[in-house]
């Protein structure tokens, strides 16, 4: 079984591709109703396995696509988190991907794992980043990394049109530096 079978048969049942999936997600969810959650699991735990003996990035990114599939429940996020021995390679390859379902997971892990350059991934995804919910994510990650940064860049999006993005500025700006 391996991780890129187990992918294609997903995007198959989906009727997408990694290229379409961000365009055609629409609010997600529906994911979690694919029936082969089990076995790509399964493919993931073992694609962790060799990442752990030898960085691959063909591997990695496919392991990019699961984690962005599964943003919904978070499993392979959990798995990335406690079997993958060395994480700096694969967050970097998932904070510059072109998967925001990815991103959002990165900075999120990114607020409680120490690697390095970790403050330097969040400030690239809260600078250039296009989806406000992973700015938004990035942002509260920050604020337990370096809270006088993030309070110092939450700033700008307290009055944001976004709602969501006003409240998490507006959340952090309140704490005391």
Known sequence: MSLKTELAKFWEWANMTPDTY??????????AGYPGWD??????????????????????????YALAIDNEAGIVLKRV???????????????FSDQ????????????YIDVE???KMLLHLINSEPDKYVVRRALL????VNNAKAVELAQK?????????????????????
């Open 22 to 31: 961000n365009d055609e997600r629409g609010l997600g969810e529906w994911e």
């Open 39 to 64: 076995a790509l699991y399964k493919a993931a735990d073992e694609a962790l396995v060799q990442l752990n003996r030898e960085f691959n990035h063909d591997l990695a990114q496919l392991l990019v």
């Open 81 to 95: 988190e406690e079997k993958l021995e060395n994480k700096l390679r694969f967050v970097r390859k998932a904070v």
């Open 100 to 111: 925001p379902q990815a991103r959002w997971q990165m900075a999120e892990l990114l607020g």
């Open 117 to 119: 350059g970790c403050e």
């Open 141 to 144: 990650s920050l604020s337990k």
């Open 157 to 177: 999006y307290v009055r944001d049109t976004d709602p969501f993005m006003k409240l998490v500025a507006k959340e952090i700006t309140k704490k005391k530096v």
